[in-house]
């Protein structure tokens, strides 16, 4: 079930009763600060959730793109205020069908209210966004229509044909949404052939999935397109296809005062790689944390992000997984750290999986694959060593990664209120090498 939605009014008071008791700040919570928690019967055993399988990215062009017909209109076409308006380019059916999954299509939403942030001049990257509260990881920062949503690609090859299709879009918008997206950055100047084309270039982000159509769409709103780049970003771009709205969400808790921002690129490349990509595509040179790094500290941190992309493939979690099931059967022994050589440690698969998450943490690449699989051994691993406060540490990280990948907690937060209840609490018992 879908939190948060209101029948009529946009804004979500913000303090409102959350359907979810909301985590501590801090980053350990103790077992005090959670006698308040939702708690279960006594006898009730929590199952580990399963996890969630993310479907393959979209292709840009969908093989039956040349059958298809495009039509535009703008949604919703009645009750709302014009800033709710989006005019969506859509293939045929699609439309059909998401009324079809989504009765009332496109549903109410609502946005955290008063504004968790705000957009304001930011240091050599004109306007950007930055949180005016604290903000916990997983919740949503802000939701909006976009302006302008469509398919990546259009049934033309023709660019003068494609110039003018955009012009027309934003012609088709209502004034003050026509407004608001010229008052967009354009980053690309004159490489472009059109104004249009440059603000949709420099602004938009991945929408969809859209029943019907295997292909991307992206987005342009008037707020969600001011979050900058950072390659060790603190939230991501979400989008819900019930509402039609675009959302970020936090990666992880984001203080009053620090930029809001998102990833334009593949964060696991190598800084150098990352530099030409965002100089080519946007125009600027990268001063996140990451970037500024030099010598054998930019190494490092190159190093890390090749780790933990390598970790992500499916084949390797399998590999891994496989070994982490062989040490839990095996009593599992905590073994101290072994330095093979400066810079190779050989560990357990529990001591390797703690350290392949606080990799992940501080270069800020949440690997979309592998944050689950890996908060799911160490939860199963401090379950069955009976740490409580550890249980409770990672599962509540997966109800919040959980929640901004899919709106749900997905039972993770079952796990993290009720750490001596979970399947693999002292499972082990005798066979437990202590
Ligand atoms: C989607 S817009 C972000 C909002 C934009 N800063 C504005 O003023 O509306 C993307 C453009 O913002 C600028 N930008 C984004 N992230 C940046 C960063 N980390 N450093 C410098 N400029 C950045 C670049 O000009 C980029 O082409």
């Keep these: 079930m879908r939190r948060g939605f209101l029948l009529s009014t946009p804004r979500e008071p913000r303090k409102a009763a959350p359907a979810e008791p909301r985590p501590s700040s801090s980053s350990k919570p103790s077992e005090q600060e959670n006698k308040s928690t939702a708690q279960v019967p006594s006898t009730t055993v929590i199952p580990l959730p399963a996890r969630y399988i993310f ?31 989006t005019v969506f380019v859509h293939y045929n059916g699609v439309v059909d069908a998401l009324r079809a999954q989504h009765p009332g299509w496109p549903q109410a939403f609502s946005s955290p209210s008063p504004p968790v942030y705000k957009i304001v001049p930011i240091d050599g990257a004109g306007l950007g966004m930055v949180a005016t509260a604290d903000i916990t990881a997983g919740e949503v920062i802000v939701r909006e229509r976009p302006l302008l949503l469509s398919p990546k690609a259009l049934p033309t090859q023709d660019r003068e044909a494609l110039a003018c299709l955009t012009v027309g879009l934003v012609q088709f918008m209502n004034p003050e949404n026509r407004r608001a997206f010229y008052a967009l950055k354009n980053c690309k100047g004159k490489t472009m052939p059109t104004e249009e084309d440059g603000i949709i270039n ?43 709205t675009q959302s970020l969400r936090a990666f992880r808790d984001i203080r009053a005062g620090e930029e809001i921002t998102v990833s334009y690129i593949d964060f696991y490349l190598p800084s150098e790689k990352r530099k030409e990509e965002l100089k080519r595509r946007y125009f600027f040179d990268c001063r996140c944390a990451a970037c500024r790094l030099t010598g054998q500290a930019r190494q490092q ?56 998450w606080d990799t992940m943490v501080r270069e800020g690449c949440y690997n979309r694959g592998l944050w689950e699989p890996l908060l799911t051994r160490l939860v199963k691993g401090y379950a069955v060593l009976e740490n409580a406060e550890r249980v409770r540490f990672y599962a509540t990280k997966a109800a919040q990664l959980r929640t901004l990948y899919t709106e749900e907690d997905g039972g993770w937060r079952a796990v993290a209120d009720n750490p001596r209840q979970t399947e693999w609490w002292a499972k082990l018992g005798a066979k437990r090498i202590r």
């Design 55 to 85: 479907r393959p990215l979209d292709p840009e062009y969908p093989p039956d793109i040349w059958q298809r017909t495009v039509d535009v209109s703008e949604f919703p076409q009645a009750g709302v205020p014009p800033e709710q308006r």
């Design 202 to 244: 420099t602004n938009s982000f991945m929408c969809g999935p859209f029943p019907t159509y295997e292909g991307r769409y992206c987005g342009v709103a008037r707020e969600c397109s001011r979050a900058n780049h950072s390659c060790s970003p603190n939230a991501k771009h979400c989008f819900d296809p019930a509402t039609l």
């Design 301 to 356: 941190s190159d190093t890390a992000r090749a780790f933990v992309n390598a970790c992500g493939g499916d084949a390797m979690i399998a590999k891994v997984e496989a070994a982490f099931e062989e040490w839990l059967a095996a009593g599992a022994q905590r073994t101290a750290p072994v330095v093979l050589s400066p810079g190779l440690t050989q560990l357990d698969p529990f001591g390797m999986a703690e350290v392949l």
